[in-house]
């Protein structure tokens, strides 16, 4: 049986995140979901997607979508800089491994967020749809929006807007 102390240690495990930019914004994602990170390079548009698909990229051979999100967060696309990268993102689709790229500003850093300094999703405050925001990080004097992966880049979401989006161009 746990002591107390055990218990509590046991419920602040730390996790590491991946903290990256958009705009003036710090969102974090976990680590473990990330792929790898690339530079920003050419990429080939694919016509009828919506607008947060900036395009394909070749990875090794393997074609993998660019989800820009500033424009899946319903901003304005993200303009290019010097400092813009590539996230290369893993998740399971109909039990098949799917990479994404995830455009982002830029990258900062790997850190260490304890549960109990994850507060829950604000229910207003932030440009974010609440259900792609696991929690806010408090991290020294500031907050890191943590995004929950499997509803922020749900594959399945994603791809019925497409469909949707072609639907409308077709009509």
């Known amino acids: 049986m746990k002591t107390d102390k055990a218990a509590a240690e046991a419920a602040d495990v730390a996790a590491q995140y991946l903290t990256f930019t958009l705009g003036e914004e710090v ?4 680590i ?3 792929r790898e990170i690339i530079q920003y390079g050419p990429m080939t548009t694919v016509p009828l997607m919506p607008g947060f698909v900036r395009g394909v990229i070749n990875l090794r051979g393997a074609v993998v ?3 820009d999100l500033q424009a899946r967060f319903g901003r304005p696309s993200a303009q290019v800089g010097k400092k813009t990268c590539i996230v290369i993102y ?3 689709r109909e039990g098949e491994r799917v990479e994404l790229g995830l455009l982002v500003d830029a990258v900062s850093e790997v850190i260490e967020i304890g549960a109990a300094a994850i507060e829950p999703p604000p229910n207003f405050g ?5 259900d792609f925001i696991r929690g806010m990080g408090k991290v020294a004097n500031r907050f890191v929006i943590i995004l929950e992966p499997d509803k922020a880049f749900d594959v399945e979401a994603m791809a019925d807007l497409c469909g949707a989006t072609q639907d409308a161009l077709a009509a």
């Open 126 to 130: 932030t440009g974010v749809q609440r």
């Open 27 to 30: 969102f974090a994602m976990d």
């Open 32 to 34: 473990r979901t990330v």
């Open 90 to 92: 893993d998740t399971v």
């Open 65 to 67: 979508p660019v989800i």
